[in-house]
C-alpha cells in the first residue's frame, strides 16, 4: 500500500536509537503516515476504545489486586475494605467492573461492525479470528475476575459455570475436580482463579499485538468493502483517524463515567454483596449482561450435553464466518438482503440477551428457542445461501468516487488530502 | 546402500526426538497435576458420622462431606408411597425408589444436594412431584431424587454410606 514514507528523525539522539532499535520509525509508519480508508466512520472507532479499555482494565486490576486477598476467609471483606478504607478504592473498583461491562460493550459493536461491513472476508479471514480469539479471553478473564469478590453469585457461577465441563462424556468429572482442585468449588478454586485472572489480560494483550499486525498487513476494510487502489483513496492515520477516535473516545468515557459515578451497580446484582454460602443457592441466578445471550441459548435447550455444546458452538461458530458467508460483496451497503437478515440477527442476540436475564419457563423458553434457531440458521443456513442467490448492487469504482460522486475530477475539485 | 532404507541416522533421529517427547510430557506432568485436590483436602475428606436421632418426620437436614452439601431426609409415609408408586420405565433416569435407600430403612433418604444439571443446590420440599427443586434452571426431583422435568439428565447422587444402628449412619 502507498503512504509509507520513510521516518528520518532531525535529532542526533533519534537517528543514534533508529540505527540500533527503529522503534519511533514503526510507531510513525503504524500510527502516524498509516495510510487509512478515506470513508471511515464512526463505527471504525471502536478498536482504539477497545484499547483504551483494555489498558483502563490492566492498570485499575493491577492496583486491586495490591488490596485484595484471594482467600475464601478474607476475599471478601477485602473488596469490602477497597470500597470503604483503600484511597479511592471504590473509584478503582467501580471504575474496574464496569469497566469490564464497557469493555464488552465496545467488543460487542466492533464485532457487529465487522459483520455488517463483511470486515471477515478475504483477506482479513485471520484477522478476525484472532478477534474471535479474544471474545474467548474476554469471556475466561471476565468470568474469573467475577469470581473474585466471593460474593453468593461469584461462588455460584463459579459452580455453574465449571459444572459445564461435566456436561462431557467420562472425563467431565475429573476435568470438574481438576479445575476445582477439590471436591467442590474452595479455596483452591479462588486462589487459581485469581492468578489466572491476573495473567489472561496480558495474554490479550499479546493476542492484539497480533491482531494489529494482521490488520497492519492486510490493511482496514471500510463501509464500501472494496480495497483502496491509490492514494486517493486513503487519508494518514494521523490526524484523521487519530482525531476521529479522540473524539469517540471522549464520548465513550462519558457513558463510562456516567456508570462509574451515577448507577454503579447498575450492572451488578444485590446478591453478590452477600457472602458466599456453599449451602444456599440464590433462588435466581444470572451471569453478567454481557453472557446473557449464550446463558439463553445454554437454557433454551432442554438437554444438558446439547446445551452446552449449543453453548460452545454459538461463539465458534463465529470462527467459521469467513467461510460460512459465500458472497463475494463484503458490504451490507451493496446487498439489500443480507442487510436486512444482518438486522433481524442483531435483534435476535439482543432479545436472547433479555431472555437470559428472565426465569426459564413458559412463553421465554418458547422465544429463546426460535431465537437461537435463528441464531444458528443465520451462520450455517442463511449466509451461505445468501451468497448464491442475492442480487448485490453495483459496486463503486474506488473509495473516492463512493464519497466524491462519479461526476467530480479528482483532483481538481477535491486536492488530494494533506499528508502528514 | 538404497536410499529407502531406513538408516542409523534415521534411527537415531527418530529415538532422540521419542525421548525429548516423552522428557518433555514428564515435565508438564507436574504442572498439570498439581491442580487437582492436594493432600490435605484429600485427608479432609474422611467419612462422617450422622446422628439421624433428632431428625423429626417430615424434616431435612443438610450436612457437608468431602465440600458437597448432602440432604438426609426423613421420609413421611406419603412421600415414600409416592416415591414407590411410580412407572419406573416411564422416567428419565429410570431406578426403583428401593435401589436408592437401603434396605429396611425405606423413611431415611440420603442424597447429594447438587443438581446433576449445573451444580446448584436444590430447594427440599419444593416442585410439583413433592420433592426437590433446583431454582438455577428449573430442574424438578420426586420424593425419590429422581430427575422429573427440566435440563438435568441424572437423578439426585447417592453417597456411599451405611447404617451403623438404626439412628446413626456413617458417609464416605
Redesign the interface.
Known sequence: MSGHTTYQPKNAFMQWLERRLPIAGLAYSSFVVYPTPRNLNYWWTFGGILAFMLGVQIVTGVVLAMHYTPHVDYAFNSVEQIMRDVNYGWLLRYLHANGASMFFLAAYIHMFRGMYYGSYKEPREVLWILGVILLLLMIITGFMGYVLPWGQMSFWAATVITNLFSAIPLVGEPIVTWLWGGYAVGNPTLNRFYALHYLLPFVIAGVVVLHLWALHVVGQNNPDGIEPQNEYDTVAFTPYATIKDTFLLAVFCVLFAWFVFYIPNFLGHPDNYIPANPGVTPTHIVPEWYYLPFYAILRAIPNKLLGVTALAASIFVLMFLPWLDTSKVRSAKYRPLYRQFFWVFVVVCIGLGWLGSKPPEGNYVLFARIFTVYYFAYFLIILPVLGRVEKTKPLPNSIATAVLGEGVAIGAAAPPPHRA | MSSTEPSRRDFLFIATGVAAAVGTAGALWPLVAQ????AS?IAA?APIEVDLAPIAEGQVI?V?W????IFINHRTKKQIEEAQNVDVAKLPDPQPDSARVKPGHEQWQVLIAIC??????PLADQGPYDGYF?????SVYDTSGRIRQ????LNLALPTYEFLSDTKIRIG
Not at chain 2, 134 to 138: E, N, T
Open positions: 491442580m487437582n485436590p492436594d483436602t475428606g443438610k457437608f468431602r465440600s458437597k452439601p446433576t444439571h449445573l451444580g446448584c443446590i433446583c431454582p438455577c434452571h428449573g427440566g435440563p438435568a439428565p
